[in-house]
């Protein structure tokens, strides 16, 4: 592998002045001539290290989610990395299973890798890694992307507002004659999708419908369910019970194909005998039987404001920003 010495001895000229070169620096027409033949010669690759060294960038960020398993995450990583790529940045991606310790040691490890900056995203809000995390945004460039944050004016935020989509989408689902609208959330401890819950409620108070403890399902808080087994299992409780059931709201998409499956295996009709809604809209929810009705997050464009806002505070943009969506309803097969 050659070297910058070697790329010096070829061209005829100092190390310093191949450096110059590689950085834009003054040198005349005929050096930098000489310097670029030999760097294509020898296929010279920079070391990053040294320019890491030379910046001080480590040209490293850190995506950090609660659960790899949900597509919500995968589709965002690629948006996150594709603004990276184009920054000469790598991403390093931590799925922290929903643990709170794996939060707070990950963080660790990543800053002694002297990472750039961290986009975070948690399923908790857990006042230990909430304190931990909104300190840290202090220090160095993060960037949140759940909307439980709003409530800190001083941080930067891109996140979808899920309380109204869920309200209209329990509305839409009274307006197509269902009367006992069940719900499947994650555990209680999940606490960002709350707002999407609190909207529920409110739809079925807009309606005239009296909540029904029977038609709610929180799983237990074990970090080794998926969030499908989830659905599965949440439909399963709800309907052995015994309770009518005429649609079924999901807190996420993955959660309402859970609970598709369950129904599929009981031989329940979808959409005829239950609707089901979902909330994200990954890309799966246009592949299963049936398609899946979900309230959409705009998934990329989150992705890609998000590390657009980063990129400017490594950049030295001092400024918080805040940039809320609004869910939309995608009406498919399960409706």
């Given at each position: 592998m050659a070297t910058i010495w070697d790329v010096a001895k070829l061209a005829g000229v100092s190390k310093s002045t191949v450096s110059r070169v590689m950085n834009n620096g003054s040198v005349s027409e005929?050096?930098?001539?000489?310097?670029?033949?030999?760097?294509?010669?020898?296929?010279?690759?920079?070391?990053?290290?040294?320019?890491n060294i030379r910046t001080q960038k480590s040209m490293t960020i850190a995506f950090m989610i609660p659960d790899a398993s949900n597509f919500f995450y995968t589709e965002m990583f690629k948006a996150i990395e594709q603004v990276a790529y184009e920054r000469e940045y790598m991403v390093i991606l931590c799925d922290t299973q929903n643990s709170t310790e794996a939060e707070l040691a990950y963080a660790e490890k990543l800053l002694q890798r002297r990472i750039d900056?961290?986009?975070?995203?948690?399923?908790?809000?857990?006042?230990?890694?909430?304190?931990?995390?909104?300190?840290?945004?202090?220090?160095l460039p993060v960037v949140f992307t759940d909307y439980s944050f709003r409530i800190y004016d001083d941080i930067s935020l891109v996140a979808t507002e899920g309380y109204t989509s869920s309200r209209n989408a329990t509305?839409?689902?009274?307006?197509?004659?269902c009367r006992h609208i069940a719900y499947i959330n994650f555990p209680r401890d999940v606490q960002v999708t709350n707002p999407r819950?609190?909207?529920y409620l409110k739809g079925l108070e807009d309606c005239g419908l009296v909540p029904d403890p029977n038609l709610t399902y929180f799983p237990p808080s074990e970090r080794t369910m998926s969030a499908r087994d989830m659905g599965?299992?949440?439909?399963k409780h709800i309907l052995s019970s015994g309770v009518k059931v005429d649609a079924i709201m999901a807190a996420a998409d993955p959660i309402a194909m859970g609970a598709i499956?369950?129904?599929?295996?009981?031989?329940?009709?979808?959409?005829?005998q239950i609707k089901v809604i979902g909330f994200d809209n990954n890309g799966v929810c246009e592949i299963i039987d049936p398609t899946l009705t979900t309230i959409a997050q705009p998934i990329s464009q989150i992705g890609t404001t998000a590390a657009q806002i980063l990129f400017n505070k490594i950049g030295g943009n001092a400024s918080e920003e805040r940039v809320l969506f609004e869910g939309e309803l995608i009406q498919r097969d399960s409706t």
């Open positions: 005929e050096a930098r001539k000489a310097v670029l033949d030999a760097i294509k010669k020898l296929n010279y690759q920079p070391s990053c290290f040294a320019k900056g961290l986009i975070y995203c948690t399923y908790k809000m857990d006042k230990q890694a909430q304190d931990y995390f909104v300190s840290l945004s202090r220090k509305r839409f689902l009274y307006h197509k004659g819950y609190e909207g599965f299992n949440g439909a499956k369950y129904l599929k295996f009981q031989g329940i009709k979808i959409p005829e």
